[in-house]
Structures are given as structure tokens and as C-alpha cells.
């Protein structure tokens, strides 16, 4: 590949970054940690699957297989808002968005603000220094309106987001908006060996369950009753090495006392609870447990579609239910960077939809 | 447990209260294990707040009625799935008699006034509640003038005039607007509206005040005679909101905002939260129930009805967006 290619300049960019001896990002780390606002244990695992996944190749793969046009949106802009409950959210927005060829103007989460915001300063002090602008105040961008907007928000939120965005010069009526609205995701697994569960409980506890990758539901060929002891021994296991750092509100011990009562079968974690129930994921730190076989899976992807991300299993990997490519169990929190939230390639939406 | 127990008010709510604790964590199995895991024991007093409220949905997930109880009446909620709908099993009509009849003439007389009661979407729904409310208010009314409305149809003059007296039109909020849609003659002066359900609704959201408005100009009838009423399958009291949007319970009543994060603690007036009710008349089912409707309270102890509680604390990469911009 040509040192001249988009992609080796940006993949060069990304990793130089994230070596260990960057002293900027080890601060910015640092502060993370101690404003209290992700877990270290969570940032170093984003940033080594960072490493593993944004390398030349992948850009590559990506670039191929999302149609990329180097460089096609030249002097286009686009907004990304980032939603931070995980760090380092909008990572793969913003490399889509300077393959393209746009200039990228980010308004960072309040919950993620150091982190993203060196990266982008490295940008700012390279040869990107023009196609990057970021804030974690929407007053601070530049007052004209983007070329699309990225988003990711609640069904009830777009309207709202949009006028307000139009509102304050930021965005046009006509302006592209994508939205993105999936807030869970659904696993399969057909057996209780080792591996499987630690990938499971990779999927549901990494980042304290509140990725949209997260696993909030699963089904499997057994019972929560006869499961509990021993897949409670794995999330122990787990959480010594990952302690959980977003603690559940109270109201999930209501959730806890309510299922006793009416006696739905659970395991109560302290900081998580599971129960046996086919209904929709809704809230945090609950893992929905459905005792079934395959058709009982694909039963409740087609019932849950709206707001599901994603769809792994231990053995089905590869399968279609309707629309959704089912992903590997272990790939939940470690997705390519080709992967598409809400089922949208960021590049291929930005080359269809600006111009 | 009697009617006359708990309508008592000249014994104290407190008082009554703890007597139908105990009758649950006697007779209810659902409800006793709820509140032991909150370490509720019997044999002690407890204040309104500190008894825990259990989630309303366990009218549709769990049978609700004392033990050895039997249903006299049974009551579902609308919605379309059998999964999706309340079942009240009502142990004790009589309690449900006195506790609509005893509230609704705190508020309104029928010396006064006519009741004409309009209630589509209700109709349809066999175990509706209101229904059965308004047959017993429109039988209570000894001229017989009373009556359910006909579906579909405007109010006309003719039928307005009739009784020779004001009209308590009482009605499903968006039914209401219907009928003014079909053109319905102004109310005859010194008629009353009740809206019950404003927040159901198969057309656009509205918000109460401007729901208010509608009926007030539709109706031709002074804002202030504009009331709404609050109840649900899941509960045999209700609580009436006189010329405005604040309701006041019956004496047999107590409604607290409860914070959503911790439903254990209440709200400060003024704050947002869900609604928590304690209705003793559901004695043989449950009465201490957290709705999932959003209200708040005043330094008076009213309570508004904001809608629904919506969950703001969604996992996924979503939802923050709202608090960011």
C-alpha cells in the first residue's frame, strides 16, 4: 500500500497513537480514571482492541467493502454527537468520516471527554489539522450548518435533537441525519462449556452491561435454575479482574424484591441482576435469561427487532435471522471496525447520503 | 375485612392502614414476600411511606386476591395481548359500591345535575372498569335520567334539554373531543365535565391544559367546571381533579411521588417522579401499588398526572444524547 493511501496515513496515525509510550493518552487515561467516569480495566481493553482492529488490513477490508471513494466528500462537513457511555465511543465515526474525505466536527460526550478529545488533538497537529474540530459544548462549534449529522439517541429524542441542531444553526432541514436507536443485543449459546461462558459474560458484564453490543438477553438450552451456581462462579471470576464501576440504582433491588414476589426465577448479583423472562431488554444491569433452542432465538430476534443491535452465538456463527448477520459470541465487545451500528457502514451511508 | 373498616374516617388513616398491612402479609402471599425482602414484619406500625409499593404490573403477572378469596367481579385493563393487559379480581363488591359512590358524591349530586357518560374504546373492552364505575354512578341517580351516551353521535339540543337540568358530561378525554368533532350543541349552562384517561389516546398526544381548552371552547362551558378524573383497573378508588389539573384523594387514599431510582423514597413537591398509590379499598387485592404514570405533588399534597414514566436509563450507546445536547 502507497504511504500516500488514506488509509496507511490514518491506520500510521491511530497506532501511533495508542503506543504505549504516548504520554498524552496515558494522562488522558489517567484523568478518566480519576474523575471516575470508566473503569481502567475498560479503557485498556478498548484501547488493545483498538489496536488489534484499526490496522492496515482492516481499513483496507473496510474500505472495500463499504464501497469507499477516498477523499470523495472533500470539503464537506460532518457533525458527530457521541453518546459516552463506553469510552472511546465514536472512534470508528470519526476515521469513517476522514476516509471519506470530510471534515469532522464532534461534539464529545461530558462522560468521555479526555480520551477522544488527545486523539483528535493528535489530528489537530497533523496533516488533519484542518478536517478536525471537536467540543464537548455544542456552542463551541463552528456556527454553520454540517453536511449530515450523526447521532445516537432515543426514538422520542430525534425530533427534538433535530429541531434543536436547525435551531441553532448547526444543521439544516434538508441536512442527513443518521440516527442510531439499537440499545441491545441478543446471544445464543448451545452448551456451558468453559469458553462459552466466559464469552458470555464478556458479552453482558464488559463495560458494566451498558453497550448497545452488550448482551442483554440469552438464550440458552438450560435453565437459569439449574444454571445459577455455576455461571455466577464465572461472573466472580470476572468481576475480580473487572470490577464493575457503574453501580445500579436502587430501584433494581425494587426489581429483585418485585420478581421474588411474584416468583420469577433470578440470581441476584448485588450490582446485576439476571432473571428468567422473554421480555424486552429495557433497563441496565439486568440480563434477561430464556431457557430454549435455536428457534426459540430466532423467535425472539424477530419479536425484539426494534432496538436490537446485534445477534452472536457460540455455534451458529454466520447464520441469517432475516436481516441480521449472527456474530460470533466472543466478538460482542471486540467488534471489526467494519462492524455497523444499527445495521448502517458509516462510509457508505456518508458517500450515499452527502454529496 | 369490612367496608365500614376501611371507610371509616373517623378512625386514623394510620390506624386503618396497618390494619390492612397486616391483612396482606396474612392473606396475600405476593405481597408478604415483597415486603419481607424490605424486612417489613408484622406486628409493627408503619407510617404511609415507609411501607413498600409494589410494581402495578403485577396485576398482569401474578394473581392478586387474598387467600381464600373468591373473584366476585373481575376487571382487565385494555391492550391487545392477554400478556399485555391487568386482571383485578374484586373480592368484595360492596367495597367498590361504596368507594366510587362515596368520592364521586364529595364532588357532584345528582339534585344538581344529569350524568350523561361517554365512553368509546371502553366500550369494547368486556372487563372495563369504568364502565362498570359509570353503570353504578348512572343507576345511583334516582330521576333515571342518567344514561351512557350512543356512540358516534353528537349531543344534540334536544337530548341535552331533556333532562331539565345541567349536564355532569363524563367521558373517555379523546371520546370527548369526538364528540365535539361531530358537532354536539353547546352544554346547557351550569354543566360540568369529567375527562377520565387523557393521557389513552389513538389520536395525537395532548397535553392536559391544552385538552382543557378544547373541551372548555367545544363545550361552551367554563374552564373551572372542567374536571378530570384518575383511576385504573388496578385500583376500586379514584381521584377526582376539581376546575384544574391537581387531584385530591379519598380519605381512604394516600398518593405519594416516589422516586423513580429508589422508589423507597419520596419525592419533594414539586419534583418529578412515579406515582405511588396506597388504596385501601384494594384490600382484597393489593393496595399498595407504584403506578408507571409520572406525576408530581404540591406543598398541599395534590398530586398531576404527567403521563407516562418514561425510562430514561436505557443501556446501549444511546439515550445520553439527550442529556449531552
Same mark, same amino acid.
Request: aromatic fraction near 10%; hydrophobic fraction near 35%.
Given at each position: 500500500?502507497?504511504?500516500?493511501?488514506?488509509?496507511?496515513?490514518?491506520?500510521?496515525?491511530?497506532?501511533?497513537?495508542?503506543?504505549?509510550?504516548?504520554?498524552?493518552?496515558?494522562?488522558?487515561?489517567?484523568?478518566? +480514571?480519576?474523575?471516575?467516569?470508566?473503569?481502567?480495566?475498560?479503557? /485498556?481493553? @478498548?484501547?488493545?482492541?483498538?489496536?488489534?482492529?484499526?490496522?492496515?488490513?482492516?481499513?483496507? @477490508?473496510?474500505?472495500?467493502? &463499504?464501497?469507499?471513494?477516498?477523499?470523495?466528500?472533500?470539503?464537506?462537513? +460532518?457533525?458527530?454527537?457521541?453518546?459516552?457511555?463506553?469510552?472511546?465511543?465514536?472512534?470508528?465515526?470519526?476515521?469513517? +468520516?476522514?476516509?471519506?474525505?470530510?471534515?469532522? &466536527?464532534?461534539?464529545?460526550?461530558?462522560?468521555?471527554?479526555?480520551?477522544?478529545?488527545?486523539?483528535?488533538?493528535?489530528?489537530?497537529?497533523?496533516?488533519?489539522?484542518?478536517? +478536525?474540530?471537536?467540543? =464537548?459544548?455544542?456552542?463551541?462549534?463552528?456556527? @454553520?450548518?454540517?453536511?449530515?449529522?450523526?447521532?445516537?439517541?432515543?426514538?422520542?429524542?430525534?425530533?427534538?435533537?433535530?429541531?434543536?441542531?436547525?435551531?441553532?444553526?448547526?444543521?439544516?432541514?434538508?441536512?442527513?441525519?443518521?440516527? /442510531?436507536?439499537?440499545?441491545?443485543?441478543?446471544?445464543?449459546?448451545?452448551?456451558?462449556?468453559?469458553? =462459552?461462558?466466559?464469552?458470555?459474560?464478556?458479552?453482558?458484564?464488559?463495560?458494566?452491561?451498558?453497550?448497545?453490543?452488550?448482551?442483554?438477553?440469552? #438464550?440458552?438450552?438450560?435453565?437459569?435454575?439449574?444454571?445459577?451456581? =455455576?455461571?455466577?462462579?464465572?461472573?466472580?471470576?470476572?468481576?475480580?479482574?473487572?470490577? @464493575?464501576?457503574?453501580?445500579?440504582?436502587?430501584?433494581?433491588?425494587?426489581?429483585?424484591?418485585?420478581?421474588?414476589?411474584?416468583?420469577?426465577?433470578?440470581?441476584?448479583?448485588?450490582?446485576?441482576?439476571?432473571?428468567?423472562?422473554?421480555?424486552?431488554?429495557?433497563?441496565?444491569?439486568?440480563?434477561?435469561?430464556?431457557?430454549?433452542? #435455536?428457534?426459540?432465538?430466532? &423467535?425472539?430476534?424477530?419479536?425484539?427487532?426494534?432496538?436490537?443491535?446485534?445477534?452472536? &452465538?457460540?455455534?451458529?456463527?454466520?447464520?441469517?435471522?432475516?436481516?441480521?448477520?449472527?456474530?460470533?459470541?466472543?466478538?460482542?465487545?471486540?467488534?471489526?471496525?467494519?462492524?455497523?451500528?444499527?445495521? =448502517?457502514?458509516?462510509?457508505?451511508?456518508?458517500?450515499?447520503?452527502?454529496? | 375485612?369490612?367496608?365500614?373498616?376501611?371507610?371509616?374516617?373517623?378512625?386514623?388513616?394510620?390506624?386503618?392502614?396497618?390494619?390492612?398491612?397486616?391483612?396482606?402479609?396474612?392473606?396475600?402471599?405476593? *405481597?408478604?414476600?415483597?415486603?419481607?425482602?424490605?424486612?417489613?414484619?408484622?406486628?409493627?406500625?408503619?407510617?404511609?411511606?415507609?411501607?413498600?409499593?409494589?410494581?402495578?404490573?403485577?396485576?398482569?403477572?401474578?394473581?392478586?386476591?387474598?387467600?381464600?378469596?373468591?373473584?366476585?367481579?373481575?376487571? $382487565?385493563?385494555?391492550?391487545?395481548?392477554?400478556?399485555?393487559?391487568?386482571?383485578?379480581?374484586?373480592?368484595?363488591?360492596?367495597?367498590?359500591?361504596?368507594?366510587?359512590?362515596?368520592?364521586?358524591? $364529595?364532588?357532584?349530586?345528582?339534585?344538581?345535575?344529569?350524568?350523561?357518560?361517554?365512553?368509546?374504546?371502553?366500550?369494547?373492552?368486556?372487563?372495563?372498569?369504568? !364502565? *362498570?364505575?359509570?353503570?353504578?354512578?348512572?343507576?345511583?341517580?334516582?330521576?333515571?335520567?342518567?344514561?351512557?351516551?350512543?356512540?358516534?353521535?353528537?349531543?344534540?339540543?334536544?337530548?341535552?334539554?331533556?333532562?331539565?337540568?345541567?349536564?355532569?358530561?363524563?367521558?373517555?378525554?379523546?371520546?370527548?373531543?369526538?364528540?365535539?368533532?361531530?358537532?354536539?350543541?353547546?352544554?346547557?349552562?351550569?354543566?360540568?365535565?369529567?375527562?377520565?384517561?387523557?393521557?389513552?389516546?389513538?389520536?395525537?398526544?395532548?397535553?392536559?391544559?391544552?385538552?382543557?381548552?378544547?373541551?372548555?371552547?367545544?363545550?361552551?362551558?367554563?374552564?373551572?367546571?372542567?374536571?378530570?378524573?384518575?383511576?385504573?383497573?388496578?385500583?376500586?378508588?379514584?381521584? *377526582?381533579?376539581?376546575?384544574?389539573?391537581? %387531584?385530591?384523594?379519598?380519605?381512604?387514599?394516600?398518593?405519594?411521588?416516589?422516586?423513580?431510582?429508589?422508589?423507597?423514597?419520596?419525592?419533594?413537591?414539586?419534583?418529578?417522579?412515579?406515582?405511588? !398509590? !396506597?388504596?385501601?379499598?384494594?384490600?382484597?387485592?393489593?393496595?399498595?401499588?407504584?403506578?408507571?404514570?409520572?406525576?408530581?405533588?404540591?406543598?398541599?399534597?395534590?398530586? $398531576?398526572?404527567?403521563?407516562?414514566?418514561?425510562?430514561?436509563?436505557?443501556?446501549?450507546?444511546? %439515550?445520553?444524547?439527550?442529556?449531552?445536547?
Amino acid at each position: 500500500m502507497s504511504e500516500n493511501s488514506l488509509i496507511y496515513r490514518i491506520s500510521e496515525k491511530v497506532q501511533e497513537w495508542l503506543q504505549p509510550d504516548n504520554q498524552s493518552l496515558k494522562e488522558a487515561i489517567e484523568r478518566t +480514571v480519576r474523575d471516575g467516569l470508566f473503569a481502567e480495566h475498560d479503557i /485498556r481493553f @478498548q484501547i488493545r482492541h483498538l489496536k488489534e482492529s484499526v490496522t492496515q488490513p482492516n481499513l483496507q @477490508q473496510w474500505a472495500k467493502k &463499504s464501497g469507499l471513494k477516498e477523499n470523495s466528500l472533500s470539503g464537506q462537513r +460532518v457533525l458527530a454527537l457521541h453518546a459516552g457511555n463506553l469510552p472511546l465511543v465514536g472512534f470508528q465515526d470519526i476515521l469513517g +468520516v476522514l476516509l471519506t474525505g470530510a471534515t469532522y &466536527s464532534g461534539k464529545l460526550s461530558r462522560k468521555d471527554p479526555w480520551i477522544l478529545a488527545d486523539f483528535l488533538n493528535d489530528l489537530k497537529n497533523s496533516e488533519f489539522s484542518e478536517r +478536525v474540530n471537536y467540543s =464537548t459544548d455544542p456552542d463551541e462549534l463552528p456556527k @454553520q450548518p454540517a453536511d449530515a449529522v450523526l447521532f445516537a439517541g432515543s426514538t422520542d429524542s430525534v425530533y427534538e435533537v433535530r429541531a434543536r441542531l436547525i435551531k441553532s444553526r448547526l444543521a439544516e432541514v434538508g441536512t442527513p441525519f443518521l440516527a /442510531r436507536m439499537a440499545h441491545f443485543s441478543i446471544a445464543h449459546i448451545d452448551n456451558h462449556d468453559a469458553d =462459552t461462558m466466559r464469552d458470555l459474560i464478556e458479552a453482558v458484564f464488559r463495560y458494566g452491561g451498558s453497550g448497545c453490543r452488550s448482551v442483554a438477553m440469552v #438464550v440458552a438450552p438450560f435453565s437459569l435454575r439449574s444454571e445459577k451456581c =455455576t455461571f455466577t462462579d464465572y461472573v466472580e471470576e470476572f468481576w475480580l479482574k473487572n470490577p @464493575q464501576h457503574n453501580k445500579p440504582d436502587k430501584s433494581l433491588f425494587h426489581r429483585y424484591a418485585y420478581n421474588r414476589a411474584i416468583g420469577r426465577e433470578q440470581a441476584w448479583l448485588d450490582d446485576f441482576l439476571i432473571e428468567e423472562s422473554s421480555k424486552k431488554p429495557g433497563d441496565q444491569f439486568v440480563l434477561h435469561w430464556k431457557k430454549g433452542g #435455536v428457534e426459540e432465538f430466532k &423467535s425472539l430476534v424477530r419479536k425484539h427487532r426494534n432496538g436490537l443491535q446485534a445477534i452472536y &452465538s457460540n455455534s451458529l456463527i454466520a447464520e441469517r435471522v432475516d436481516d441480521l448477520v449472527i456474530e460470533p459470541l466472543s466478538t460482542a465487545q471486540k467488534p471489526p471496525i467494519w462492524w455497523k451500528p444499527d445495521g =448502517t457502514d458509516i462510509i457508505k451511508w456518508l458517500q450515499d447520503r452527502v454529496s | 375485612m369490612k367496608a365500614e373498616q376501611l371507610f371509616d374516617s373517623t378512625v386514623p388513616f394510620e390506624e386503618r392502614l396497618n390494619r390492612v398491612l397486616q391483612f396482606q402479609m396474612d392473606r396475600n402471599p405476593v *405481597y408478604r414476600r415483597f415486603a419481607e425482602t424490605f424486612g417489613i414484619s408484622p406486628g409493627r406500625n408503619y407510617k404511609p411511606k415507609e411501607i413498600p409499593l409494589l410494581p402495578i404490573q403485577a396485576f398482569k403477572e401474578a394473581s392478586l386476591i387474598a387467600e381464600g378469596a373468591e373473584a366476585r367481579l373481575q376487571f $382487565r385493563s385494555s391492550g391487545t395481548g392477554s400478556m399485555d393487559r391487568s386482571t383485578h379480581h374484586v373480592a368484595d363488591a360492596e367495597i367498590y359500591h361504596r368507594s366510587i359512590r362515596d368520592e364521586f358524591f $364529595r364532588h357532584f349530586s345528582f339534585k344538581t345535575h344529569t350524568l350523561f357518560c361517554y365512553t368509546p374504546g371502553y366500550a369494547e373492552n368486556k372487563g372495563s372498569s369504568l !364502565i *362498570y364505575m359509570l353503570k353504578e354512578l348512572t343507576e345511583a341517580d334516582p330521576s333515571g335520567l342518567s344514561r351512557f351516551l350512543p356512540l358516534g353521535k353528537p349531543l344534540t339540543q334536544e337530548s341535552l334539554k331533556e333532562p331539565g337540568k345541567p349536564i355532569l358530561l363524563f367521558g373517555a378525554a379523546f371520546g370527548l373531543l369526538d364528540l365535539i368533532d361531530f358537532d354536539s350543541a353547546p352544554l346547557p349552562e351550569g354543566s360540568e365535565i369529567v375527562e377520565t384517561g387523557g393521557m389513552k389516546t389513538h389520536r395525537r398526544s395532548m397535553s392536559k391544559n391544552e385538552l382543557r381548552i378544547k373541551l372548555s371552547e367545544g363545550f361552551e362551558t367554563p374552564i373551572f367546571n372542567i374536571h378530570s378524573e384518575y383511576g385504573m383497573c388496578e385500583l376500586l378508588s379514584q381521584c *377526582y381533579a376539581i376546575g384544574g389539573e391537581w %387531584f385530591s384523594t379519598p380519605d381512604w387514599v394516600d398518593v405519594s411521588i416516589r422516586r423513580a431510582d429508589n422508589p423507597s423514597e419520596l419525592c419533594m413537591p414539586g419534583e418529578e417522579g412515579k406515582i405511588g !398509590i !396506597i388504596d385501601l379499598a384494594n384490600v382484597w387485592s393489593c393496595p399498595f401499588l407504584l403506578t408507571g404514570d409520572r406525576g408530581v405533588m404540591n406543598e398541599r399534597g395534590e398530586f $398531576r398526572v404527567l403521563g407516562r414514566w418514561n425510562r430514561s436509563d436505557l443501556r446501549g450507546c444511546n %439515550f445520553l444524547i439527550d442529556s449531552e445536547l
